[in-house]
């Protein structure tokens, strides 16, 4: 009787314990989540993360604050969450410069895209516009294309630095298209869009929201878009694949991740967080009034998208000869 007792009592102690699954915290508690973004303040990618980040501390509770992490391409601040714990509060909210491209251009990053990350799910995505410059006479895409095959290696376009989404964007349609056009680099995009404003380069592709203002003001040409359709804000200008390259495709696609092996409850608690937001119409309205909008995948649906987008820009990089400066 005496060691039954014992036994009942131990029994009945260990089932006072608290579990992994009980003992854990409601998420996200009150301690506060960073949203790590690899860029400084101010770009597109940081103010979208930023406007995520506040829906999110309203659906989820808690604090969702945005830390950055600017420096080489991304790879920074990615570096910084892949050695995180993966508690679920240090995440990574990036575009597809950084986990798709960057790591081919800094192999001693420290981490691998697939192996240190739990995708989340992507949040928006943006085009970019070709932008030629007035002062050539070159209209549209196909005759810009024309006078490059004509003249190979005489025309220039613009790019705020090596190994940046829009250079790797650049050299894929000069690729597909069969020219030679030159790289010219300049400190920053602003520096980069006035050269072609001047007409110092031909063209250059320029981000939706910086590009759309310039082109209803006649500063550029706005000869096609990259995405697959055709812009809701400028639906008079074709893609790329209607213009000239079937098939031509090139957006950026923003997305969260958490480091590897944060636990799935998590996962999909941020996932469903995430989605939710997106839903949201303020949320929706100043995406759209930033040329962004809402395009969530699941992390099943993202992980073999990765997995295609790091192959696909793998082989431009290596056919092209692009190097991070």
Same mark, same amino acid.
């Given at each position: 009787?005496?060691?039954? &007792? ?8 260990? !089932?006072?314990?608290?579990? !992994? ?18 860029? !400084? ?7 979208? =993360? ?69 995708? @989340? ?20 895409? $196909? ?6 095959? $004509? ?25 597909? =298209? ?60 074709? &893609? ?12 950026? @696609?923003? $997305? ?20 939710? !937001? ?28 990765? =997995? ?18």
């Amino acid at each position: 009787m005496h060691n039954l &007792t014992r036994r009942s009592l131990g029994a009945a102690t260990l !089932a006072l314990l608290p579990t !992994a699954t009980s003992a854990q915290a409601p998420y996200p508690g009150t301690r506060p989540v960073s949203i790590v973004v690899s860029f !400084a303040p101010g770009g597109s990618t940081d103010t979208v =993360a930023r406007l995520v980040a506040q829906q999110l501390g309203r659906i989820l509770g808690g604090s969702f604050v945005v830390e950055n992490r600017p420096g080489a391409s991304g790879t920074i601040g990615s570096a910084h969450v892949a050695r995180s714990r993966p508690d679920g509060y240090t995440l990574l909210f990036a575009g597809s410069g950084t986990y798709s491209m960057s790591g081919h251009l800094y192999p001693q990053r420290g981490y691998d895209e697939e192996a240190n990350f739990t995708p @989340l799910g992507s949040v928006s995505t943006s085009s970019l516009f070709l932008c030629l410059s007035p002062k050539h006479g070159t209209r549209d895409t $196909a005759a810009l294309i024309a006078r490059a095959k $004509a003249a190979p290696g005489r025309l220039s376009y613009a790019s705020s630095g090596a190994g940046g989404s829009a250079h790797i964007i650049t050299e894929l349609f000069l690729e597909g =298209a069969g020219i030679q056009v030159e790289n010219v680099t300049y400190r920053g995009g602003a520096p980069a869009v006035q050269a072609v404003i001047t007409g110092e380069v031909e063209m250059a592709f320029v981000e939706a929201v910086t590009a759309l203002p310039l082109i209803r003001n006649g500063d550029v040409i706005g000869a096609a878009v990259t995405s697959a359709e055709r812009s809701p804000l400028a639906p008079e200008i074709p &893609t790329i694949a209607e213009a000239a390259l079937p098939g031509f495709e090139g957006t950026t @696609l923003l $997305a969260m991740f958490a480091p590897a092996g944060t636990p799935e409850e998590i996962v999909q608690r941020l996932h469903q967080g995430i989605a939710e !937001a997106m839903r949201q119409p303020d949320l929706i309205a100043q995406l759209r009034a930033g040329a962004v909008f809402p395009r969530v995948m699941t992390p099943e649906e993202f992980r073999p998208f990765l =997995a295609s987008e790091r192959r696909r820009w793998l082989a431009v990089i290596r056919s092209r000869g692009i190097k991070a400066e």
